[in-house]
């Protein structure tokens, strides 16, 4: 039997060609019920707090760079939503007076402009964000060199070399999308030999850092959360890291206060990474067979998917 066309543009794939029982099973799940989704390999964490939630993300930065020496170098890969924790990842390096030449940073995605990469002087320029928000107020003496900070770039051969060179990256994080992807990972358009089906989950697996097509909510999502709602100014591609380089990080740590995507987003791939169901329309699903998966809640963050007229 066909899968569904989409319900926001029957041009992609995406959560809304999911079996309807798979959408009402994710919307019926209350926040008790959502913590119990914890299994081996997938683990989740609610936060009573703000401050809270974004200092635990900003610990994962300095957990990681503590385990790194010369010989043995760690590094993080981390997203721009959220950016609340830069800053305090900066403060906390500072203040503990934790020397991090040795620590490494990926970013995890760039905007994608006319054959290349946004420049540092866009406005919305993720490499600006982080050496702005984080690695410009990290003291010299203690801060890892710029050699050590790896940004896509359009030519991506240099940025994926540098997770072959013996750099071990203690976590990845990430924020979730209203399309339900991690970094740039949007589900694909549905033509070609994807038009009756979206990739397998063993065919999305290989993909490395590239240049992606972003689906149409990924560009009106940016246009809210980053640019005062004007869809114009939001590029409608991006370069991104992918699952290739995921399965290299120890732990992927999605981080969800209730900004970048809404309730029923942030119960739908607990769902369908508790219970193993992996579906390439739902990019995040594939995240169910990576070994060490730990989803952040804020509480007051989760709303409800109780219909409600506003």
Same mark, same amino acid.
């Not at 924020?175 to 070609?192: I, L, T």
């Given at each position: ?38 299994? &081996? ?33 760690? +590094? ?10 830069? &800053?305090?990842?900066?403060? =906390?390096?500072?203040? =503990? ?6 620590? $490494? ?7 994608? =402009? ?9 406005? =919305? ?24 900070? $790896? ?23 990430? +924020? ?38 972003? $689906? ?5 999502? /940016?246009?809210?959360?980053?640019? +005062? ?29 209730? /900004?970048?995507?809404?309730?029923? +987003? ?25 070994? /060490? ?18």
């Amino acid at each position: 039997m066909p899968r569904k066309l989409s319900a926001i543009s029957p041009d992609w794939w995406d959560y809304t060609t999911l079996d309807n029982d798979l959408i009402e099973d994710a919307a019926r799940l209350t926040l008790e019920k959502l913590a119990r989704l914890s299994r &081996p390999g997938f683990k989740i964490v609610v936060y009573d707090t703000l401050e809270d939630f974004y200092l635990a993300e900003a610990l994962e930065y300095i957990q990681a760079w503590r385990q790194s020496t010369a010989d043995n170098p760690v +590094g993080i890969c981390g997203p721009i939503g959220p950016t609340e924790q830069l &800053p305090l990842v900066a403060r =906390l390096v500072n203040d =503990l007076g934790l020397p991090v030449q040795s620590g $490494h940073f990926w970013g995890m995605d760039e905007w994608y =402009l006319e054959g290349a990469e946004a420049p540092v002087s866009h406005p =919305l320029s993720f490499e600006r964000a982080d050496r702005e928000l984080c690695f410009n107020r990290i003291r010299k003496e203690l801060r890892m060199p710029d050699a050590n900070l $790896h940004f896509p770039k359009a030519d991506t051969s240099s940025y994926r070399r540098s997770w072959e060179a013996g750099v071990r990256c203690a976590v990845m994080q990430g +924020g979730q999308g209203d399309v339900k992807h991690w970094a740039f990972n949007d589900p694909p358009r549905r033509k070609g030999k994807y038009k009756d089906s979206p990739p397998t989950p063993e065919e999305y697996r290989k993909l490395a850092t590239r240049v992606v097509d972003l $689906h149409p909510l990924t560009v009106a999502q /940016n246009a809210r959360t980053s640019g +005062g709602g004007n869809i114009s100014l939001v590029p409608t591609q991006a370069l991104s890291v992918g699952p290739w380089e995921t399965w290299k990080a120890e732990k992927v740590s999605i981080w969800q206060a209730g /900004n970048h995507d809404n309730p029923f +987003g942030q119960r739908l791939t607990a769902l369908m990474i508790s219970q193993k169901v992996v579906d390439a329309a739902v990019p995040m699903s594939l995240l169910a067979d990576h070994p /060490n998966v730990q989803f952040n809640y804020y509480r007051h963050g989760l709303g409800s998917c109780a219909v409600e007229m506003h």
